[in-house]
């Protein structure tokens, strides 16, 4: 591979991998989108630093099952929702004074929520066995 490329992938699964971090604390970005994008940068450029993401102490578990369709545990899935909706519902009716932009919040949590809520449900071993 181009060396130039190789690079170019590797900074930008960087990128994606710290944009992803943000994600999980800001309900509106998108964690999962962004740290699949850094999968495929580093696949394609780095095997040190693909197994570095699947084998993440933060990622590695959820974007390993993710990635072999296992799903999210449901605990996942509860703390995402809770913390989507009390963010999308503080911004919009105490931050927000314009319509449109509140619509268009309720319009983005109910579409995150969907895709969240069809995901598979991993029920796999407790953590730590």
């Known amino acids: 591979m181009n060396p130039a490329l190789k690079m170019f992938l590797i900074i930008a699964g960087s990128i994606f991998t710290a944009t992803g971090l943000i994600g999980v604390f800001v309900p509106i970005l998108p964690t999962t989108p962004f740290l699949l994008l850094a999968?495929?940068?580093?696949?394609?450029?780095?095997?040190?630093?693909?197994?570095?993401?699947?084998?993440?102490?933060?990622?590695?578990?959820?974007?390993?099952?993710?990635?072999?369709?296992?799903?999210?545990?449901?605990?996942?899935?509860?703390?995402?929702?809770?913390?989507?909706?009390?963010?999308?519902?503080?911004?919009?009716?105490?931050?927000?004074?314009?319509?449109?932009?509140?619509?268009?919040?309720?319009?983005?949590?109910i579409g995150v929520s969907v895709h969240l809520v069809m995901i598979r449900t991993y029920r796999g071993p407790p953590p730590g066995s």
């Open 39 to 109: 999968a495929a940068c580093y696949l394609r450029s780095s095997d040190r630093m693909y197994n570095w993401l699947l084998t993440n102490r933060i990622f590695g578990r959820y974007l390993k099952n993710y990635l072999e369709k296992k799903g999210i545990p449901m605990g996942v899935k509860i703390f995402t929702l809770l913390l989507l909706w009390s963010t999308i519902l503080l911004s919009a009716f105490v931050f927000v004074d314009i319509l449109w932009v509140r619509v268009m919040l309720m319009i983005i949590a």
